[in-house]
């Protein structure tokens, strides 16, 4: 048994091809195929069940896929925890980011870090909180970005900072004529939301539900989006509401539409997380400066007297 041909069925799994697979492996089909069955010959078992297309494991090559993750993975683990230690930072890292992050929150250190780490191959991936965790737990991420807390003790977090929520609203909302709102201000009737799976949609509707109305009940409009960007325009052109993650109001053309909350301002923590698999101590703490250093003013690393955390109600993970 090598890791070679552990490498060549995780290819054949991922991709759900002897001859895709072969191409990623850079090697024959024949060679490819022929150390598959070598191994299967060697096991003692079917790893895959060539009669379908795509090719599928088979409910023991499942078993096998699994653990060759692992291997293959400690393998590369053992070359990049020698790199650290030379303190030469290389090699690929797969980190998960949520979507209410990724546009607003990459720009700010992405580029810096590459200009810095030249070596070191960063691929990022939008995903939501539930999914992320769950390639994090399978070994096919290494690091995600997103809303803490998590409700999983294999999964460890170091918080980035604390988020305020701020309201935007549209030009003839009857909330513009206050400088700052409370929750009790704020419809569940009269908010646009984000669709469901997204945290920040929770979190909305947590300060939202239950709220005295300000606006009629006869609700004429429902939108869901899985976007704010879309959010945003569409408060531009109605008589809504929508709230915003801090970082997503930068971009507002009319900041005059924007109100924040009242104290205590409602805040979301915002944390990297880890499985017990991830050993790359220097690198995770060289990614985790970069990002603070590269915050805007306004965002904290500790929470402030004035903010009230609002959990995430998707942390409650299986």
């Given at each position: 048994m090598t890791l070679t041909q552990l490498e060549y069925i995780l290819a054949v799994a991922d991709t759900g091809s002897f001859s895709q697979a072969a191409r990623q492996c850079?090697?024959?089909?024949?060679?490819?195929?022929?150390q598959i069955q070598k191994l299967e010959e060697e096991l003692g078992v079917t790893i895959f069940d060539r009669t379908k297309q795509p090719i599928k494991a088979t409910s023991v090559g499942e078993e096998v896929l699994q653990q060759a993750r692992l291997v293959v993975k400690g393998s590369q683990h053992l070359k990049e925890i020698v790199d650290d230690a030379k303190g030469s930072l290389r090699g690929e890292l797969r980190i998960g980011i949520i979507p209410t992050l990724a546009p607003y929150l990459l720009p700010l250190f992405l580029k810096k870090m590459k200009d810095v780490y030249k070596n070191l191959h960063l691929t990022f991936e939008e995903l939501q909180t539930e999914t992320m965790v769950e390639k994090i737990r399978s070994h096919n991420l290494d690091l995600g970005i997103v809303v803490t807390p998590i409700d999983d003790l294999n999964i460890a977090s170091h918080v980035l900072f604390y988020e305020p929520f701020v309201a935007y609203f549209a030009k003839s909302h009857p909330l513009l004529n206050k400088k700052s709102i409370d929750e009790k201000d704020l419809s569940i009737d009269d908010v646009l939301l984000l669709n469901e799976g997204h945290c920040f949609r929770e979190q909305s509707l947590s300060l939202c539900r239950n709220k005295k109305q300000i606006v009629s009940s006869d609700k004429t409009f429902t939108f869901e989006s899985?976007?704010?960007e879309t959010l945003k325009k569409l408060v531009d052109q109605g008589e809504n509401f929508t709230l915003l993650p801090w970082l997503a109001t930068f971009d507002v053309q009319d900041k005059k539409r924007l109100r924040p909350f009242?104290?205590?301002?409602p805040t979301r923590e915002v944390s990297l997380i880890h499985g017990p698999?991830?050993?790359r101590k220097a690198l995770l703490k060289a990614l985790i400066e970069n990002i603070k250093r590269n915050?805007?003013?306004?965002?904290?690393?500790?929470?402030?007297k004035n903010q009230l955390k609002v959990d995430n109600p998707l942390g409650h993970l299986k």
């Open positions: 850079h090697v024959t089909q024949p060679t490819l195929s022929m899985g976007s704010l009242s104290d205590p301002v698999h991830f050993q915050l805007p003013e306004g965002l904290s690393a500790n929470r402030g």
